[in-house]
C-alpha cells in the first residue's frame, strides 16, 4: 500500500521560511519523480517544483530563487525548502510521486503566509 504523507506547514509571516517535508512509502522511492504542487481557493493546482531520480531540478517561475527541492533517498522523503515567503504562497502545498503514467498523491499541508 502507497502512503505519502505531508507535514511542515503552517502559518508565517512574509519573509520568513518554512520547510515542507514529504514522506513516501510502498515505493521504490529512488526510482520516483517527486512534486510539490499548490491549490489556492478558487485557483487550479499548479506545479511548484519537480525533482527526478537523478536530481534534476525545475521550479514555477513564482518561486524561482525562493524554494528550493530536495530529496533523501535514504529516509524516503523530500522536501521543500520555503523562504521570502510572500502572501501569494499562501496555498494547500501537496506532495506527488509519479513514476510513467502511474503516481500517487498525499492529503495536503496548508501553507499560510500573512503580510
Known amino acids: 500500500q502507497v502512503q505519502v504523507v505531508e507535514s511542515g506547514g503552517g502559518l508565517v509571516q512574509a519573509g520568513g521560511s518554512l520547510r515542507l517535508s514529504c514522506a513516501a512509502s510502498?515505493?521504490?522511492?529512488?526510482?520516483?519523480?517527486m512534486a510539490w504542487y499548490r491549490q489556492a481557493p478558487g485557483e487550479q493546482r499548479e506545479l511548484v517544483a519537480r525533482?527526478?531520480?537523478?536530481?534534476?531540478?525545475d521550479y514555477a517561475a513564482s518561486v524561482k530563487g525562493r524554494f528550493t527541492i530536495s530529496r533523501d533517498n535514504a529516509k524516503n522523503t523530500v522536501y521543500l525548502q520555503m523562504n521570502s515567503l510572500k502572501p501569494e504562497d499562501s496555498a494547500v502545498y501537496y506532495c506527488?510521486?509519479?513514476?510513467?503514467?502511474?503516481?500517487?498523491w498525499g492529503q495536503g499541508t496548508q501553507v499560510t503566509v500573512s503580510s
Open positions: 506527488n510521486t509519479k513514476l510513467g503514467a502511474v503516481g500517487y
Open positions: 510502498g515505493i521504490i522511492f529512488s526510482i520516483y519523480e
Open positions: 525533482i527526478t531520480r537523478s536530481d534534476s531540478t
